[in-house]
């Protein structure tokens, strides 16, 4: 609900979990509708009331309803999660951001070990290698016949991780 609609005659949740009378220049009502109780119970348990205001207060009037949401977010996160919050979302998806990019590097080299292969047989044979194996066979890890693809991409990789998988560009995961 935007500043600039009407609202019903109904208190907005804010002021209803407060038990106070919403005013027409409540500064609440327009980002906590009356039928989202939860949404302010959430914001109000882990920043509190007051606090809200200080931070509306210091907003743009034209980017408070995506600090609300901000809040909103952050609140919810930070009561599922409360060691680490937001930020153990953000670890965890970047744990995950590694392991693509590590399987993308393998499916690369994989695809690449094929097209370098010579193709005189008719058949596939994987007898060569364990395709789920990451190390490759030594065919391949020899980087004057193909150029160079894994001495290439080490050169040019941004991350890097220990054998555990919990360092990265951005330091520790709070995960192991």
Do not use: W
């Not at 407060?18 to 949404?39: E, I, M, W």
């Not at 153990?88 to 292969?117: C, F, P, W």
């Amino acid at each position: 609900m935007k500043s600039n609609e009407p609202r019903s005659s109904s208190s907005c949740a804010a002021c209803k979990f407060l038990k106070r009378r919403c005013t027409p220049n409540c500064q609440f009502a327009p980002y906590f509708r009356s039928d989202q109780p939860k949404k302010f119970a959430n914001v109000h348990k882990v920043f509190g009331a007051s606090n809200v205001i200080k931070i509306l207060n210091e907003v743009p009037q034209d980017q408070r309803e995506d600090t609300v949401n901000s809040l909103v977010y952050e609140a919810e996160v930070r009561l599922r999660d409360p060691v680490y919050g937001c930020i153990g979302a953000i670890a965890s998806l970047q744990r995950k951001m590694v392991e693509l990019q590590n399987d993308l590097m393998v499916t690369r080299a994989h695809l690449a070990y094929y097209e370098a292969k010579p193709s005189t047989t008719a058949s596939c044979s994987f007898l060569d290698y364990d395709p789920l194996n990451v190390n490759m066979p030594s065919v391949f890890v020899d980087t004057s016949m193909s150029g160079g693809f894994l001495d290439s991409f080490s050169q040019n990789s941004s991350f890097s991780m220990d054998q555990s998988g919990s360092n990265n560009e951005f330091g520790q995961f709070p995960f192991p």
